[in-house]
């Protein structure tokens, strides 16, 4: 039986309003709520149900971030994961971070834990960015079922219904091999109060990118966040003749 990794990235809550900084350089972080992103709830239920069947040996959540990223870490295992890593990433290098970085980390990881399986959330609702596991199976070179809303596993071949625009396509594709989640893949089970107390006793490694040859550089500059633009209040007319009347005084036609 084989070992998965699933990752967790701590995000701002999602019923937080968000607020753009005063200089423009970000969103508010500080004093915020935080909590795992919900996709990656998904990834981690998903991991925890294949152990349940037996068929992998052993759940490892890993989560890149600060010293709170560890209360991410806890909330996976309290889930039922079996042990956690946290790879330390601090300053203008946590702020900077973005899925090609996420990337050669979990690769890196991959090969150092001899993982067969990599389960991911499809995206966070923090960049939306939708690339990590993407850009992990491409360093890698390993096949990847993204956008997974139902997971079968046969041996070393898994099968994957993924959702995709013009409704499901469903793939086989052998493992080692990286997952994305989708919503509807499974529902996340709440911990308990008795596993969350459990969660307290297990293991979390501490390392660092450069423990793992990493380069944290970044190819992107953030120039500037704001708010998006108030939407105007909607207009009632009477007629047709109102409302073409309406649409040439505003030139959009």
Not at 85 to 91: F, K, P, Q, R, S
Not at 130 to 149: K, R
Not at 161 to 171: A, K, M, P, Q, S
Not at 176 to 183: E, F, G, I, N, R
Request: charged fraction near 30%.
């Amino acid at each position: 039986m084989s070992r998965v990794l699933v990752g967790v990235k701590r995000v701002i809550d999602y019923a937080v309003k968000i607020r753009v900084r005063p200089d423009h350089s970000g969103v508010v972080t500080d004093g915020v709520k935080h909590s795992m992103n919900p996709f990656c709830e998904i990834a981690v239920e998903e991991a925890v149900k294949m152990k349940e069947k037996k068929l992998i040996k052993e759940v490892v959540v890993v989560s890149c971030g600060p010293q709170q990223a560890q209360e991410t870490i806890r909330t996976a295992l309290a889930m039922g994961a079996d042990r956690g890593i946290h790879v330390e990433v601090l300053g203008k290098d946590y702020e900077n971070l973005g899925p090609l970085q996420i990337s050669k980390i979990f690769a890196a990881l991959a090969k150092k834990e001899e993982a067969k399986l990599i389960i991911l959330g499809k995206q966070a609702i923090d960049d939306d960015c939708n690339q990590t596991g993407q850009m992990t199976a491409a360093l890698l070179d390993w096949p990847q079922g993204t956008f997974a809303s139902e997971v079968k596993i046969d041996g070393d071949s898994i099968t994957v219904v993924r959702e995709i625009d013009g409704g499901l396509e469903t793939i086989k594709i052998n493992m080692p091999a990286v997952l994305t989640a989708d919503l509807r893949l499974n529902t996340p089970r709440y911990a308990t109060l008795p596993n969350i107390m459990k969660a307290k006793k297990k293991k979390i490694a501490n390392v660092k990118p450069a423990d793992l040859g990493v380069d944290l550089t970044s190819r992107i500059e953030v120039l500037r966040v704001d708010e998006p633009p108030q939407r105007l209040a909607g207009v009632k007319v009477e007629t047709v003749d109102d409302l073409v009347g309406k649409l040439k005084d505003a030139g959009r036609i």
